[in-house]
């Protein structure tokens, strides 16, 4: 049995007409096939020369004819079941099934001078057991949830940060790749008998640097899923008008896609937007702007029609640096553009400012977010029940009254959300209860998540074969002078 | 005889949480006809009423519930109390309340949560219901010879009702026999302290063990 995610049962959000969808998709092939895209491996070329690529060597460039294109978009699933190492925690990606997902932090915020430090290995682990134990969180993500933590360095932070989201939680969880790291998290996933999503990101403008192609190739033949990611960033490293984004940032995906089609025809994969216009004040992307609204909409619709899963990932961060309104404003709104106009994934729980910093009373507080957006999208039943119209009869006019009848207890709990530290008292009850607001009671579920929760153990075989992949990382990095 | 005496009172238990009150006034009449104890009867009610209650408070039931359970409790209650009567028994109880919404206030969930868990507690309840004129509490007071008068208005506008209230038993003489208690969306503590009321409290729970501080039980 998987995780039911949040099915939506009405037409998605279409931001673009028929009309736009295909001029921005033939602008994808003239882009493929006419300015090309650099893939920075001699292995990756010859690859697409053997498949009638026009390939320059030299230039590391490769354009691709459409007919191709065509053809791998046609062969990658629409949909696909992902595994995990307890069946619970299975996916279906595709269809009409909206999911959410962790988003990490280099490090992690404290909550009284909202300052970031880096975390310990207790806070990771801690911060890992609060996203298992969450109802609306169905994925984690890579560097789950802080891209390293004590005094690991940072070659062995990937390998480590997927040895403790198999050990903490048996939620999915993607992984990123450097110095051939995806060796060892791939043996992971065997170890563990469960799947690991592989990434492939972009160096946008059109570009995708060896190590990314590297960790595609391992992935797509070890028979595991792959999230395909553009990076772009709308008048830096992609034109800075959201349609001309568009072309690129979809154009490097299906880009990557021929190349994992070409591996492994049939490798389940998801194209994922990690787009953000350029925050011309300083420097940084421009998170939680409407920009990203404008693209995931336009990007989802997409690929929709090139029937291919997506997800959002520019939702995760903000540029608050606290737990606040704006940056409740600057999830929220994407994520709910997101989930209206299709994405299959959102990256959410747990992002506090940039992929600066990640907490798990974030992650608590979002997962009501993302209640109440998953609600939403699963519509309205319109039924002889929901309709009720012999108990609209019964009751009448005044003093008629629905509160104490079997068909509110039966419905009113299904037909809302209600979230799980947010504040809903009345005033004297809340100044009685200690003038609680929800981040109080968000940091209180976290104790108490602490308290309770326990993920799903490895077994020890497969603890110790966990260990063991861990240090032979670390022996091989040592031989490579990388320690 | 003992097994059946046990399913009536299972069916009564039964039709409380289950929110049932057809179910209880059946099991009620049937309890009557076999000559069950109608304390006992009640009592097997009031423990299981007081587990809703306890489920309400920690926030692992709802207001549906509290109150689907109050009704169920409601379909049996006049029939074993009218067989009490019969037989000249009285029910121990914490107290005696009067209960009600003020008039010109027709919104009855907040009293129904407070009577409902009053009720839980062991107080024995005269609920007047919505729209109550200060008259008629005054009457109902004196009549039951109250120990507690709880009465709700949710509007500003029919908050100051309750002060008509407290008027119309000083009238009567029964103020000093009587505590009162105010709630409503709108009551403060200082509006309640500034008519003369004994007592106030934000939440359903925390009125009921109001109650008991207030009577010493």
Redesign the interface.
């Known amino acids: 049995m998987s995780l039911k995610g949040f099915r939506r049962i009405f037409k998605p959000l279409e931001i673009l007409s028929d009309e736009q969808v295909e001029d921005i998709k033939r602008g994808v092939l003239a882009v493929l096939q006419n300015t090309g895209m650099r893939f920075e491996s001699e292995m990756a070329l010859k690859l697409f020369q053997k498949h009638e690529c026009m390939v320059d060597f030299d230039a590391m460039k490769v354009r691709f004819p459409p007919g191709l294109v065509e053809e791998c978009l046609r062969k990658t699933p629409s949909s696909f079941y992902f595994k995990s190492r307890n069946p619970a925690h299975d996916l279906i990606v595709g269809g009409n099934t909206t999911y959410f997902c962790a988003f990490p932090g280099m490090n992690t915020v404290e909550l009284d001078t909202w300052e970031p430090r880096r975390a310990t290995r207790q806070e990771n682990r801690e911060a890992l057991i609060v996203l298992d134990a969450l109802d609306n969180l169905h994925f984690l993500t890579p560097y789950t949830p802080y891209f390293g933590f004590d005094d690991i360095p940072p070659v062995l932070s990937i390998p480590e940060s997927a040895a403790a989201k198999i050990r903490y939680s048996t939620k999915l969880q993607f992984s990123g790749y450097q110095k051939d790291c995806e060796v060892y998290t791939i043996e992971m996933a065997r170890v563990a008998d469960t799947e690991i999503q592989g990434m492939m990101e972009s160096s946008p403008p059109l570009t995708y640097y060896g190590d990314a192609v590297m960790s595609a190739y391992r992935f797509a033949n070890a028979g595991l899923p792959l999230h395909i990611t553009s990076g772009a960033v709308m008048g830096g490293t992609s034109p800075a008008t959201v349609a001309g984004t568009l072309v690129t940032s979809v154009a490097e995906i299906v880009g990557g896609i021929v190349f994992t089609q070409l591996v492994k025809p049939g490798t389940r994969v998801v194209a994922n937007a990690f787009v953000f216009p350029q925050n011309m004040m300083t420097g940084v992307p421009f998170f939680g702007s409407v920009g990203i609204s404008l693209h995931e909409a336009a990007f989802n619709q997409i690929w929709r029609s090139y029937n291919i899963p997506v997800q959002s990932s520019a939702i995760g961060p903000t540029n608050s640096k606290g737990i606040d309104y704006q940056n409740c404003y600057e999830k929220a709104i994407p994520a709910l553009v997101a989930a209206l106009s299709g994405a299959h994934i959102i990256q959410f729980h747990g992002g506090v400012y940039g992929e600066i910093t990640h907490h798990p009373v974030q992650s608590i507080m979002d997962d009501d977010v993302a209640g109440v957006i998953g609600r939403l999208i699963e519509g309205i039943d319109v039924s002889d029940q929901t309709l009720a119209l012999d108990l609209i009869n019964e009751i009448g006019p005044?003093?008629g009254?629905y509160?104490?009848t079997?068909h509110?207890?039966a419905w009113?709990?299904k037909e809302q959300f209600v979230p799980k530290v947010a504040d809903l008292l009345?005033?004297?009850?809340w100044?009685?209860e200690g003038k609680k607001t929800a981040l109080d009671r968000a940091k209180e579920r976290m104790n108490e998540i602490l308290q309770t929760h326990r993920p799903v153990a490895l077994s020890d075989e497969q603890e110790k074969e966990i260990q063991r992949i861990i240090d032979k990382a670390q022996s091989d990095y040592a031989k490579k002078g990388l320690l | 005889m003992a097994e059946e005496k046990k399913d009536i009172l299972d069916n009564l238990k039964k039709a409380v949480f289950e929110y049932d009150r057809q179910l209880a006034a059946r099991s009620a009449v049937e309890a009557v006809e076999k000559g069950i104890d109608p304390i006992e009867a009640m009592n097997v009610m009031t423990a299981a009423i007081r587990e809703i209650g306890q489920a309400f408070g920690k926030g692992e039931l709802w207001l549906p519930e509290l109150v689907g359970a109050s009704d169920a409790m409601q379909g049996a209650t006049p029939i074993l109390e009218e067989e009490m009567e019969r037989k000249g028994r009285h029910r121990e109880s914490l107290g005696m309340v009067v209960a009600g919404t003020v008039f010109g206030d027709i919104h009855s969930i907040g009293k129904t949560m407070v009577t409902t868990l009053l009720t839980a507690a062991g107080f024995h309840i005269e609920d007047l219901g919505i729209n109550v004129k200060a008259e008629e509490f005054s009457a109902a007071v004196k009549k039951h010879d109250a120990d507690l008068l709880v009465m709700s208005a949710l509007m500003t506008t029919t908050m100051t009702e309750q002060e008509k209230v407290i008027e119309a038993l000083n009238k009567e003489g029964t103020r000093e026999k009587v505590k009162v208690m105010v709630g409503g969306a709108a009551v403060t503590d200082e509006f309640a302290e500034s008519i003369g009321a004994d007592g106030y409290d934000p939440t359903a729970p925390g009125a009921a063990e109001l109650a008991r501080r207030l009577l010493a039980v």
């Open positions: 005044i003093p009254f509160l104490n079997a509110t207890r009113w709990k009345p005033y004297g009850q100044q009685k």
